[in-house]
């Protein structure tokens, strides 16, 4: 089904037919829109009944009304779900999506589906009410926490998505300060109102605790957990509640009216008191608010008007002094389209955004590639964003990175797996292109090599005239995404030797997909190493080589990526492993060379002189340390407790987090093999964790030894 409403969707040729034969399967699903209107005015928030748009009709703004946003969150908080119902809402799917069927628009891979996760970051596009939504919904696991930071670079504002009975969880924490690092203005929206345990209050005092940022609380829920059936615009004093049809009520249902004290004495009072503090919170931020508060509406904060109070939490939120806050239920489409309402008012334009390098190209091209995909058809598919100038198919482009010009044949506007051609990408805007063979993560693309160098000669003009090597005007220019290293490494071989160069030709395109996987090759058994961020990264990797290309390759035994470095002083390497040594100072005291000394011979005495000093200084092997994060229920606690400290655990902190507790610790990632199998049996299922490196700690003389022996196969 999902297939055909994305076919219908792309292709408006094919309307009729498909229309009138999902018509027929779906109808049940299908509901009128029903919105009361009572002393305020009617919003229509979705599209005709039985219509669902085309992709060619995504109107091309401008600038101002463009909004480049993420999702992004802690694991199971709710974000796919959050992107399924804003395409719902904005009339490009016909049907709601679920999760835990696989069959939302944006979880398309195979390995998604059956995991019920997002694995890779997708990117839609849609409109709402005359703006332009360019959306990527990014992934919770830490393993593809790279996903995110990629994203996170192009980006201009995010939706950070919370499980309203979790509040702030540990990849939260992450997310959140990647977020920060790019300085991205945000909107909180407190999801699973009606989950069971669901706490509006907990949620937010855990926002303000654990993010040290001051929530704006710009909504109030009526109800909690199985009470939840509405909220109140703490802003407008407009309720919104829903009245539920039937079990499969697509929340299109809603009475929307002025909350009058009549209504509700108590929510009454409770929502003014919420208003009065917004209006303090927001004055003490913004100084032209300030003015206005303390002037002319000093004598009764109620006449404040409503659109000077959301102009000045837009300034405050641009500002990222304070983050707006909303809630609702994604799966039931409660607060969904109040939250789109937000995007569009609270997140800034591209042109809002300060980028420095925009004033060296004027009006010429510059953009950033920050995402490969591979097309068994087409290629490598780009994704772009750009920043200044246009694109045009059939246009050629310089890649500053590369040094190349590359040929850029179409371009894409993308929707998940689905994409339409477009003719032209203007400023602020996200596409992927066809035909650039060389571009990868982190590359700049400009309009022409003679471009890059006028830029340059800006950047020089505008330093104070000093003078700059090349390199160092490109990496003033250029932004990249930071990759951290990875954590896990195994073999891996193909099914014979015949194979051998499609594996090699497999890994090279996801390598360059996903530039968080590494790929060496053993240099004393020959054998191919794969490098990930975790179990999941690689098992993922594994299976994606199964079928996307085919090949049945066999994985050894995961390993950690150790560390080795020194105990003492000395004068004259080589790990004990293998692995790179750290947090040393190479010193030379004397070097010789003849005439005919080769750069070969230079490199070899380096080595071995290296290796001797290592040796005579005293390895010492370091172990990476992981910060662990168990959710588990009081019955459970002990479990979990006991089996943490034989494993090499230390406990650091225990957390209240409603009904359930909340594990904080540091462990040596080589004792966490296999944990979650564990930890599912120790805790019938209901306890989850989070990983995260910490820091490489000193194995202690026992362990090295231990470690020594296993690796030379005496145990």
């Excluded at 395409?87 to 049907?95: A, E, F, K, N, Q």
């Excluded at 919904?137 to 926490?145: A, I, N, Y």
Aim: glycine share 6%; proline share 4%.
């Amino acid at each position: 089904m999902l297939r055909i409403t994305r076919k219908f969707s792309v292709n408006t040729l094919k309307s009729s037919s498909l229309c009138s034969e999902h018509m027929c399967f779906r109808s049940t699903k299908m509901g009128a829109i029903s919105v009361v209107q009572q002393n305020c005015c009617l919003r229509s928030y979705s599209s005709k009944p039985g219509d669902v748009k085309s992709l060619h009709s995504i109107i091309n703004p401008h600038i101002s009304r463009i909004r480049n946003i993420g999702i992004m969150a802690h694991i199971d908080a709710g974000k796919t779900t959050t992107t399924e119902r804003m395409l719902y809402c904005s009339g490009y799917i016909r049907t709601l999506g679920d999760v835990d069927d696989g069959d939302t628009v944006t979880d398309f891979m195979v390995q998604e589906r059956e995991r019920g996760i997002t694995i890779q970051s997708a990117a839609v596009t849609f409109d709402w009410k005359d703006y332009r939504i360019n959306l990527i919904d990014t992934p919770g696991h830490v393993d593809f926490t790279v996903e995110v930071e990629r994203c996170l670079r192009v980006l201009d504002g995010a939706v950070a998505v919370f499980d309203a009975s979790a509040g702030v969880e540990a990849q939260t924490l992450t997310v959140w300060r990647q977020a920060d690092k790019h300085q991205i203005p945000r909107i909180c929206f407190l999801n699973k109102m009606d989950k069971s345990r669901a706490s509006f209050t907990y949620a937010v005092e855990s926002i303000k605790q654990k993010l040290k940022t001051k929530p704006l609380l710009l909504q109030l829920p009526i109800g909690e957990a199985k009470t939840f059936r509405g909220l109140v615009d703490v802003v407008t004093k407009e309720q919104i509640i829903w009245k539920p049809t039937s079990d499969l009520d697509d929340g299109k249902n809603f009475e929307q009216k002025l909350l009058l004290e009549a209504d509700d004495p108590n929510l009454f009072q409770e929502v003014q008191d919420a208003r009065n503090t917004l209006i303090e919170q927001v004055a003490d931020l913004d100084d032209e608010f300030a003015e206005l508060v303390l002037g002319e509406y000093s004598e009764n904060l109620d006449l404040i008007p409503a659109d000077k109070l959301q102009s000045a939490v837009r300034r405050v939120t641009l500002a990222q002094k304070a983050v707006p806050v909303l809630c609702g239920s994604a799966l039931k489409n409660k607060g969904v389209q109040p939250l789109l309402d937000a995007v569009t008012m609270y997140l800034p334009a591209p042109n809002e955004r300060s980028y420095e390098f925009l004033q060296w190209y004027k009006d010429d091209l510059c953009a950033l590639a920050f995402k490969v995909l591979h097309d068994k058809c087409r290629g490598p598919l780009v994704f772009i964003r750009v920043y200044s100038g246009s694109l045009k198919p059939q246009s050629a482009v310089y890649n500053i990175n590369k040094s190349c010009t590359e040929r850029m044949s179409r371009l894409l506007l993308p929707f998940a797996d689905q994409q339409i051609e477009i003719p032209s990408l203007m400023p602020g805007n996200i596409a992927l292109t066809v035909g650039l063979k060389q571009s990868a993560t982190g590359d700049t693309i400009v309009l022409s090599k003679a471009s890059a160098v006028a830029a340059a000669r800006r950047a020089r003009r505008d330093a104070g005239g000093e003078k700059r090597s090349s390199s160092n005007i490109e990496s003033l220019l250029l932004a990249g995404v930071e990759i951290p290293d990875p954590v896990f490494f195994c073999t891996i071989e193909p099914p014979s030797m015949a194979r051998q160069q499609d594996l090699d030709n497999a890994l090279s395109c996801l390598q360059r997909e996903d530039p968080s996987l590494k790929v060496k090759l053993d240099p004393d058994t020959g054998q191919t190493v794969l490098c990930g961020m975790g179990e999941l990264h690689i098992e993922i990797i594994h299976d994606r080589i199964k079928r996307e290309y085919g090949i049945e390759t066999y994985l050894g035994p995961l390993q950690i990526a150790y560390r080795e470095t020194i105990l003492n002083a000395a004068q004259a390497t080589g790990p004990l492993l293998g692995f790179p040594v750290q947090d040393i100072d190479v010193t030379v005291q004397s070097l010789t060379l003849h005439p005919d000394t080769s750069h070969t011979m230079l490199s070899a005495c380096v080595s071995r002189c290296m290796q001797k000093a290592l040796k005579k200084a005293g390895i010492q092997i370091l172990e990476p340390l992981m910060n662990l994060e168990i959710t588990v229920s009081e019955d459970h606690l002990s479990a979990a407790l006991a089996d943490l400290a034989q494993r090499r655990g230390n406990v650091q902190e225990i957390q209240s987090r409603q009904d359930n507790r909340v594990v904080v610790a540091t462990v040596p990632l080589a004792e966490m093999m296999g944990y979650s199998t564990v930890l599912r049996s120790l805790t019938s299922g209901s306890a989850t964790f989070t990983l995260e490196l910490a820091s490489y700690q000193a194995l202690n003389s026992q362990e090295q030894s231990a470690l020594l022996q296993r690796r030379m196969g005496l145990v």
